[in-house]
């Protein structure tokens, strides 16, 4: 009887052993496999730009950077843009220097009035119900991409603090509130 019992604690440290050396002798994990995203979603917009929202978990020990984004047709160009108030204590958008960090452990919001991914040059109206395909850029060249079902949303209207890059943006896009 006391045989087996030594048996038996043998093998469950063993099981325990194996389990902790597998976890640090993996590959080091990519900043993809270690975010995930949480209630994705699209503002519903006929023209011009909107932009995508959600709730980023980071599991990993370490910060986590996404550096770019893009979607799968729908809009034109793609930034990652921060609200920020200007000299006149106006709310404008900008894009957010350096990206999107989702602090190690935690989890980083992405929702109107805050950071937010900026989808501009849409080459067709976003419906309410549609999926748009978002695939984000990681700063270690990982990505990853989710569905995003659009959303009528009104409020939160947003100017953009007009780039020095492009100047000839039609501002007002946003201010779609009258959806559904
Ligand atoms: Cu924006």
Known sequence: ???L???LLLAATTVGLTACGSSSDADPATEASTVSV????VKAAD???TAAFGTFRNAADHDVTIVSATTDG????????EM???EDGQMVMRQKKGGIVVP????HTLEPGGDHIMLMDLTRPVEPGQDVRVTVRF???STMSFTAPARSFAGAEEDYEGGTDHGDMEHGDMDHGDHG
Do not use: F, I, N, Y
Not at 75 to 81: I, S
């Open 47 to 49: 023209s011009g730009m």
């Open 74 to 81: 729908v809009a034109g160009r793609v930034e990652l843009h």
């Open 38 to 41: 949480q209630d994705p979603w």
């Open 104 to 107: 190690a452990g935690k989890t």
């Open 1 to 3: 009887m006391k045989r």
């Open 5 to 7: 019992t030594t048996l």
């Open 139 to 141: 700063s270690d060249d």
């Open 84 to 86: 920020a108030t200007d």
